[in-house]
DNA sequence: ACGGATTGCGCAAACGATTGCATTTAATTA
DNA sequence: TAATTAAATGCAATCGTTTGCGCAATCCGT
């Protein structure tokens, strides 16, 4: 801008106006500088502008706190969230937290650092303590919570319906003549592990099934999967179906009942959470629910925007709950 | 600072001084000063930092462009990158073009404005032109280029030895008895579609083998792989093995081949490149080349900060190639 | 006791933009 | 013709830091 108005005989100030189009500098003088500076591909520059407008405008770069990166949902979630985001002139920046608590302090301290204008969160798994999200919130930064959040805290959260997800597929299950439903779940205390029992729960009393706590399993990953599950096969009255909170769980299972010598689907139905790659992949391939990453990354980009611009109240906590569908493939039997 | 010069006395200088612990502070404000700015957890604006430091020193964001998000090998790589560039004291600003040309322009622009310190991108497929690169590294921003890279410019990259993975899959299916190899590629103007293929060359000839065209297509996904495959397998001499150029094309042709009821790997030999979710997933579980994409992304990092921070010279193009890992499982005979 | 070196600190100008207010010039009105 | 008003521009402060330079005060040796 200096040398632009050094050039052409003006101060700083009329450029500074005449690029932003300001009816109090003449046409003429603004048509030339507008001019100028295209020809000599002038353009403003970021940080000074932040610095100006530290008070009154917040930046344009969203925070993104993962716990993991190679990991399906995770990756969509941010698909989602970079689509968004960049859609509406933010861009993102993200970090991962590697499911360490420690680690996702140091993060929020470095995008508070940084002037992000807001952060967009999944908590690693053994965040137990919440100040360092407090202390955002209070220093002005709004947080988006989605798939772990905080139940403690009343922040803005995305998440999927764990519930009627789980609920609807015990229920394909049952109605395509599954009678004993293992069900392998998370830990009690996320409240994902929580909805998606109560779903269970729910639909084998819906369809007059009773719940069999010995068929109910702590169980998150395919070599759990692998471990426990040759021993629930041989049990006296063994599954005829299983439900698993998440595709590589289900993976993990359908490979024992296979090498066991059942037939999926016609002895043994098994049904999983998130259609990701896998689920196309295994033999047969996997009825599962779809867990929509892409749509819990968008709405969560669009409530921390809204929140940013003022479209949602500052201190307003957007709760939102995003519709799975049920994908039936060839590991549950057709009506 | 300027409160706390007003609270203790001070010209804000001072407090610059202090707490940067010049020495020519003396002891005891030096101290005093420190305290209280711990005390009121006083930290420094970054923005301001930056606008006063713009001259000499880079910014800290290390800008990262992917054709997309939902894919084993980039988020392998976003995932090496994030671990590498945070260790040092970087953030990562993460955009993705969606293999469009246009939208690589933007983010470069974009990425420009908001000051990175450098970038690390894989072009998109569609990409061309390279004006857009040429004027980030005329700009002072260095470029580090990883998977697709640009062979037109001479830039720094890292890259995965295709050829020796390749070279080294198609022996192993020549030693374990496979005599008429299928190659699935890509297509030929890309850089690595070239290697792979030449890989795949050298190892027929080396081993006394004849390349026959007719085994030679380009597919690189699982649709096309689908749509392709049962033809080559009603040939008059049908291959005896494939070998793709990702994993997700080598479960195309493991569908079909099981489909048509030939036993893998007994008639049939398959393998991929890639060693993603899918290739434990499938069954028989997949042999495959491993693309270590999370080493791809440190290497990438390492060698941007490098050149950010001087270690190496700004114009130096510095070429890594990554080594690769065969992974042997049960498409593939065993010795 | 006096000149010269320290030592410790503050002034003010940057970095690159924006903006309230003053100022100049021209046009309008009485 | 003088006074009033409107239009176009410039001055200078500001955002939060850093830093070259200069000014005092203290210290040293002679």
Redesign the interface.
């Known amino acids: 801008m200096k040398d632009i108005a050094r050039e052409l005989g003006v101060s700083v100030a009329t450029v500074s106006r005449a690029l932003s189009d300001s009816p109090s500098i003449s046409k003429e003088r603004r048509q030339a500088i507008q001019q100028y500076a295209r020809e000599h591909n002038y ?6 502008e ?2 100006r407008h ?1 008070r009154r405008n917040p930046s344009r ?1 969203i925070g993104v706190i993962v716990p ?5 949902y995770f ?2 979630i ?2 989602g969230i ?2 968004e985001a ?1 859609a509406r002139g933010y ?6 937290s590697n499911e360490s608590y420690e680690r996702e302090v140091q993060i929020c301290e ?1 995008m508070l ?3 992000v204008c807001g952060i967009i969160v999944s908590q690693a798994k053994d965040t137990e303590r919440y100040d360092h999200f407090e202390h955002l919130t209070a220093s002005g930064v709004p947080l988006v919570f989605y798939d772990r959040i905080c139940p403690a805290l009343n922040a803005s959260r995305v998440v999927v319906d764990d519930y009627m997800g789980t609920f609807n597929a015990v229920s394909h299950l049952i109605t395509t003549g599954c009678k004993r439903i293992a069900f392998y779940g998370t830990s009690m205390n996320l409240q994902i592990g929580k909805n998606r029992f109560n779903g269970y729960r729910d639909a084998l009393y819906k369809h007059g099934l009773t719940l069999d706590e010995s068929l109910v399993r702590i169980c998150d990953n395919r070599a759990d999967a692998e471990r426990i599950t040759p021993a629930m096969m041989q049990m006296d009255d063994r599954p005829d179906a299983f439900f698993a909170v998440n595709d590589e769980t289900a ?1 993990g299972i359908l ?1 024992v009942v ?1 090498r066991l010598g059942y037939v999926v689907p016609d002895e043994v139905s098994i049904c999983g959470f998130t259609n ?3 689920a196309t ?3 047969p391939m996997l009825t599962t629910v779809e867990q929509r990453g ?1 749509q819990v990354g968008k709405e969560a980009a669009d409530v921390l925007i809204g929140l940013v611009e003022g479209t949602l109240p500052h201190d307003h906590a957007e709760k939102r709950i995003v519709k799975t569908r049920l994908v039936v493939r060839g590991t549950t039997r057709h009506l």
Chains 1, 2 share one sequence.
């Open positions: 353009f403003p520059n970021v940080i000074a932040q610095l530290s770069a993991e990166l190679v990991h399906y990756s969509s941010l698909d970079e689509a960049s861009h993102i920046i993200v970090a991962k470095s650092k940084n002037k993976i490979a296979k990701g790659f896998r992949v295994c033999d892409t």
